[in-house]
């Protein structure tokens, strides 16, 4: 059996992969490592989810989980999953639990933790808790009785507590605005078009209906023509695109045109830099961020740091370098000073926010942040396991990087989460690419069984 726990909690087909039974183990697996082995006496963790159908059976079998170790679990309902983060240090809550299986498809579903500090678990301690399934129990998970079972509690309402502080996230009236927020059926459906109401703003919403059959259908961030067809029809300045469970947000400018994370990054980070506001002058980005952000943040004095792909992996490097900004090209922006995660409704309020100071549109903006061509390809596989060790596919990545040479990069790997083989080839030259590019994923999908040629 390999590692349960991917790149973001574990994943899978709910009720198939991800099931009952797996839910109430990770519940008393999860209750007992960040609560009981602490000594914690009447531990709490609260619990939230997004909008999507299976998410109410999951979460009945995680709280029997939980309570079944003694630990009381306090439901949230539908929260977006940095409003868990959030709420973890204001109800000091011992941990906290979020059901989503955030971009991905209807009928997947997900569980991810988070420790006391609001921050997502690190690779040892999910280990720890995966050691403690039937599969690999080292000890005995204690099973209290009578009085000693744990309680479930549930919260009204709390997500007001993460829109009120949201609107303290900014220091500008959004009044005289008009902004289109897609919330993609999800977890920000009632959240993020409150918050820019409060601010100001006019708001004009899209798929912000509790539709758990709809999350992420044709819509949200990874979908966002609906949105930039919107932005034009409205006449409004911008818009955002959040994720089923908002821990990401495109945005789309004045004249229709997407603005993916690197151009969020990008357009914060040297506002706060002006500012100086900015911790060395510096963020953090992955592997597959842009050279064009890279260069055009070190063109303005700014430093970079590169990070293998993954949240995660950017917020250590934040944490350990001591920076306020970083995130991924795919909207998942994390601004440490307000959030311990990824915060698709705080990264656009901080976008508003640099558009606002700089009194300029969208489109003019964008233009500090220029963006080399960038194609990203997934090949779609039946087993993802060992493909590095194909000396075929290792071969002609080889020889496609030494055709571009020092003016193109090639990253190629498998997706955490989905049965996908991902292939980057980034240059100043277009045509090249394209043929680099399907050379590539034509081995791939030769040499992998189920692949298939997206070119």
Known sequence: ??????????????????????????????????????????GRIIVGRDTRVSGEMLEAALVAGITSTGVRAELLGIVPTPGIAYLIRKLRADAGVMISASHNPVADNGIKFFDA????????????????????????????????????????????DYIKYLTTTTGLSFA??????????????????????ELGATVIPLHNQADGSRINVHCGSTYPQVLQEEVVRQGAQVGFAYDGDGDRVIAVDEKGEVVDGDGIIGICGLQLMAEDRLPHNAIAVTVYSNLGLIEAFQEAGGKVVVTENGDRKVLAAMREKGLALGGEQSGHIIFLEHNSTGDGILSSLQLMTALLKAQQPLSELKKKIRKFPQLLENVRVAEKEGWEDNQRIKAVITKCQQQLGTHGRIFVRASGTEPLIRVMVEGPDLEVLQRIGKEIVQVIAEELPSGEVPF
């Open 1 to 42: 059996m390999g590692r349960l726990f991917g790149t973001d909690g574990v994943r899978g087909v709910a009720n198939q992969e991800l099931t009952p039974e797996l839910a109430f183990q990770l519940g008393r697996a999860g209750a007992h490592v960040l609560v009981n082995k602490k000594g914690t006496a009447g």
């Open 117 to 160: 500090a609001g921050y997502k678990l690190t690779d040892e301690v999910e280990d720890e808790i995966e050691s403690y399934l039937p599969t690999g129990e080292p000890g005995r998970v204690a099973r209290p009785v009578g009085l000693e079972v744990g309680r479930v509690f549930h919260r009204e309402k709390t997500e007001n």
């Open 176 to 197: 005289g605005t008009k902004v289109v927020l897609d919330c993609a059926c999800g977890a920000t459906y009632r959240v993020a078009p409150q918050v820019f109401a």
